[in-house]
């Protein structure tokens, strides 16, 4: 079982920056694709940012590529989202997730374990 607990969330106005932290325990941590997730009031969540096992491979959703930097810290069993040139449309509340799926996955539904969420407010 692995628990999952994110910090890192807050209120930025807008061009700011916030960085997310994801620490993980209880399990292999290598063993996981990292992702993050966001789901802003009265809509679905929505896949953000995923990074592999080894943190070699990352992939972004269109509208955070170049703006969002995900990575991992295998020594610290940590994942962290790194969000610089806030926008207003980034306000949600900010979930980390671990995947055991090869290869790695956008999937809500193919993600094993969340943490309780963070949430991000970015003022206009």
């Known amino acids: 079982q692995v628990q999952l607990v994110e910090s890192g969330g807050g209120l930025v106005q807008a061009g700011g920056s916030l960085r997310l932290s994801c620490a993980a325990s209880?399990?292999?941590?290598?063993?996981?694709?990292m992702g993050w997730f966001r789901q802003a009031p009265g809509k679905e969540r929505e896949f953000v940012a995923l990074?592999?096992?080894?943190?070699?491979?990352?992939y972004y959703i269109d509208s955070v590529k170049g703006r969002f930097t995900i990575s991992r810290d295998s020594a610290k069993n940590t994942v962290y989202l790194q969000m610089n040139s806030l926008k207003p449309e980034d306000t949600a509340v900010y979930y980390c997730?671990?995947?055991?799926?090869?290869?790695?996955?956008?999937?809500?539904?193919?993600?094993?374990?969340w943490g309780q969420g963070t949430q991000v407010t970015v003022s206009s």
């Open positions: 990074i592999n096992w080894s943190g070699g491979s990352t």
């Open positions: 997730a671990a995947s055991s799926w090869r290869p790695p996955t956008v999937v809500r539904g193919e993600y094993d374990y």
């Open positions: 209880g399990g292999t941590f290598s063993s996981y694709a």
